[in-house]
């Protein structure tokens, strides 16, 4: 099945390419014949001269990343994006979600259903959407809002994933907490499921684990795109029957997203090594296993660092157990398996009752999918998507930032001109006091 991406944004075009180039080295002809067809049908359609054109739709309010990607693209020699598959205009939306919201993405949203729908008629069966966007910005955040807004209108019974990327928390944008809670509330009525990138925890595995002196933008997205290729990429599950050509994004929301109060998810994949030392190191499973365990217990975001005293409370414990314990409660886990002898790998670890909450059954919370192929010059790759208490923090420190800045009434007439009122402000953050008020109460 396929799924059409939606590239929104200075930041959902930047990702973009770097996410179908770690997937194109897949899709050409290998020893794995049905892998490579089933990457092919989910992320690309072939032209009559063979070639793969992604099945994507690029829409931002300024035309210049947009005119890099796809030139970059064309320059692979691997893969390209669709002639008239983008839509840019000559002026921005200056960083204000109210002037993405309310004035470009109903000006405009006709033609950008339109480019969606020719891709989706593209498609012999239609997984769903999945919309990349910033949320601190104006394009990504607010015409992104938008536009997944007209998606599920016009496609009310498809999956739609919304993939975010958190802004610095130092700051990018002086109104990027305002943006950021705007985005999350109203995507939250609309999308199936949330799947967050923190640039800071990005920027940290960029320097700690890759070793990279000068991180750039080019540096964030890379590792942002290995991470979510290897959940999008094609994988078994265990009823599958041996059928790559599954519905990825349906059978992520159907496992993760259980619950409409509980849409979050958190991407941590390992090992993550620099290029130049992949071929001096070795990987086992029980070793890989235990440190991915051990970071979703401790809410740890990557391989250095972890906290391995942190443990699961007794069962006796569990409805004590608080928030500041640095224990990392979990409402459902999905673990994502590639590479050398996958099959012998044992994850019984994951299904700990003790990792989850008592409403849930770690059998029901628990999902594996596995696939024997290498994955982007891996031997072996673990990714954990996890709909946990680990964005909890991030959330309410952005929240809280924005509500400052709301009771001092800082920047409010930047929104109200483009026809936001106070009334939307205060719903938006109603509803997300909401979300961190369940988070905080997984028991």
Not at 226 to 255: F, I, K, M
Request: proline share 4%; with cysteine; glycine share 8%.
């Amino acid at each position: 099945m396929s799924i059409v991406t939606v590239q929104l944004g200075q930041c959902g075009n930047q990702v973009g390419p770097e996410l179908f180039d770690v997937i194109s080295s897949d899709a050409l002809e290998g020893q794995k014949k049905a892998f490579s067809a089933a990457v092919r049908e989910r992320f690309f359609h072939q032209t009559t001269r063979g070639e793969l054109v992604a099945r994507a739709v690029l829409v931002d309010m300024e035309p210049k990343v947009i005119n890099h990607s796809v030139s970059r693209a064309a320059k692979s020699g691997v893969w390209r994006y669709g002639e008239a598959s983008h839509f840019s205009q000559k002026q921005g939306s200056g960083n204000n979600w109210a002037n993405g919201f309310c004035v470009h993405g109903p000006r405009h949203s006709d033609a950008v259903e339109e480019l969606v729908r020719r891709e989706v008629e593209r498609c012999d069966r239609l997984a769903g959407l999945m919309a990349m966007m910033s949320v601190a910005g104006g394009t990504g955040s607010g015409v992104g809002t938008y536009v997944t807004q007209c998606l599920r209108d016009t496609y009310p019974k498809s999956f739609i994933l919304n993939h975010l990327t958190w802004p610095y928390g130092t700051g990018e944008v002086i109104v990027q907490n305002y943006n950021s809670v705007l985005t999350l509330a109203h995507l939250y009525q609309l999308s199936d499921a949330i799947l967050v990138h923190e640039n800071d925890t990005v920027h940290r595995i960029c320097g700690r684990l890759l070793n990279i002196k000068h991180i750039s933008f080019g540096d964030v997205n890379r590792v942002i795109a290995h991470q979510l290729a290897s959940v999008l990429h094609p994988a078994l599950t265990a009823d599958s029957r041996g059928v790559y050509g599954r519905n990825p994004l349906g059978e992520l929301a159907s496992a993760l997203s259980c619950h409409p109060e509980y849409k979050l998810l958190s991407v941590c994949t390992v090992p993550q090594v620099p290029s130049s030392s992949m071929a001096y190191s070795t990987f086992t499973w029980p070793s890989l296993l235990k440190h991915l365990r051990q970071m979703l217990i401790s809410n740890a975001k990557m391989e250095e660092g972890i906290d391995w005293q942190v443990r699961p409370p007794a069962c006796s414990e569990r409805a004590g157990s608080l928030p500041g314990s640095g224990f990392n409660r979990s409402l459902a886990n999905l673990l994502v398996l590639r590479g050398k002898d996958v099959y012998s790998a044992e994850t019984g670890g994951f299904e700990d009752p003790a990792l989850y909450t008592s409403w849930l059954s770690s059998e029901d919370a628990f999902s594996l999918w596995k696939s024997p192929v290498p994955f982007n010059k891996y031997e072996k790759c673990a990714t954990l998507v996890s709909n946990s208490q680990a964005l909890l923090r991030p959330l309410d420190d952005m929240v809280g930032k924005a509500w400052n800045m709301f009771a001092s009434r800082a920047y409010l007439h930047q929104y109200m001109k483009f026809g936001i009122s106070e009334e939307d402000f205060l719903d938006s953050f109603t509803s997300m006091e909401q979300v961190i008020s369940s988070y905080s109460q997984l028991h």
